[in-house]
């Protein structure tokens, strides 16, 4: 699939600031739709940073993150979709074939109208962003965590692992677990960050969840790439 061309899709620092156009949408909720897409853009730039720093962890480029094997990459999973939920907050997400269980805090924007992350300080925890539906509800919602830190490895540094009909599991706040199966699995240059098909939902709706994080090779000080894990709502418990 071609990469999405627009400028401000690529996430490595320069000449990918958002503008004044991605600050903190006023209260309300109200947001004019380019307005939000340009926002959803910027998750691709924190998540860059997010995974960039391994200065300390004991990680380097030989005994970096797993990367997905072919297969997966190439792989997919088709299955029918689940009914969409109702809205609800995540509280936690597992992923049990690469081993992850981490709890899920809340992602808005910062001071400087960019998406927020996970502190680099408790690298067990991954996030939610708060702009877009949460995970079940009609639409793709968005999960990130970091891949390491300089406090070594982080929440998805498994991640790689992960193949095409793997089981997702959130935990929401209304008791309810949301299931997912991953649809598919990418690996993107961060350069040319497809922002449209990562954040973008087909047209029916049908409930989504992508999960983000960094890998591909790393320079020293960042990574070249994000690894995106899609998936779609298969079912629910509780």
């Not at 990469?3 to 947001?31: H, I, K, L, Y």
């Not at 992602?107 to 949460?134: I, K, N, Q, Y």
């Not at 919602?141 to 406090?151: F, K, P, Q, R, W």
């Not at 790439?225 to 629910?236: A, C, H, I, K, S």
Request: hydrophobic share 40%.
């Amino acid at each position: 699939m071609p990469a999405d061309s627009s400028p401000a899709a690529g996430p490595d620092g320069g000449g990918a600031d958002p503008g004044p156009s991605a600050r903190r949408p006023a209260a309300g909720g109200g947001r004019p739709l380019g307005r939000h897409k340009l926002v959803k853009v910027v998750i691709a730039v924190v998540v860059v940073v997010a995974g960039a720093k391994l200065l300390g962890s004991g990680v380097t480029a030989l005994s970096g993150p797993p990367s997905p094997t072919q297969g997966a990459l190439f792989g997919s999973w088709s299955g029918p979709a689940a009914a969409p939920l109702e809205r609800s907050v995540p509280l936690r997400v597992q992923v049990p074939s690469v081993g992850i269980d981490a709890p899920l805090i809340r992602l808005g924007l910062d001071r400087d109208g960019a998406v927020a992350v996970p502190p680099m300080s408790v690298p067990t925890e991954a996030g939610w962003f708060t702009g877009d539906p949460t995970p079940g509800e009609r639409g793709a919602a968005v999960i990130v965590g970091h891949v390491d830190t300089d406090y070594g490895r982080a929440v998805f540094y498994p991640l790689g692992n992960v193949q095409p009909g793997a089981l997702v599991i959130v935990d929401r706040a209304d008791k309810k677990h949301a299931q997912f199966r991953v649809t598919s699995v990418e690996v993107v240059d961060k350069d040319r960050f497809p922002a449209q098909r990562v954040y973008g939902s087909d047209d029916g709706g049908t409930p989504q969840l992508r999960i983000i994080t960094c890998g591909g090779a790393f320079d020293g000080k960042h990574y070249a790439d994000n690894l995106v894990v899609y998936t779609q709502l298969v079912g629910v418990t509780g």
